[in-house]
């Protein structure tokens, strides 16, 4: 800059804000149901698919287990979802 400067401005900053801590992911309310749940449906459908031995029970519990997801409270959702249980050919028991 030849000849002109620039007038000096003062800028005032504010003082840092203290960043509040990071909240986990409240568990689901009772009535909703877990999100994995259609992962797991997804995930079973693709074992399905890739190999032709095992039983459906079979490679949902082993889906189930990996996921560290209990069996009883899927099994119940299925159960609310109705026509599920007979789209995976598990039927009723």
């Not at 749940?37 to 698919?49: C, D, I, N, P, S």
């Amino acid at each position: 800059m030849r000849g002109k400067q620039r007038a000096k401005t003062v800028v005032n900053l504010e003082a840092p804000r203290k960043a509040a801590p990071p909240q986990k992911a409240p568990p689901p309310p009772p009535g909703e149901t877990d999100p994995l749940y259609g992962v797991v449906l997804l995930k079973v459908a693709l074992e399905l698919k890739r190999r032709k031995e095992g039983s459906v029970e079979e490679i949902l519990r082993g889906v189930l287990a990996r996921m560290r997801i209990p069996e009883a409270e899927f099994q119940a959702f299925l159960k609310q979802q109705g026509g599920r249980l007979k789209e995976l050919g598990l039927g009723e028991r």
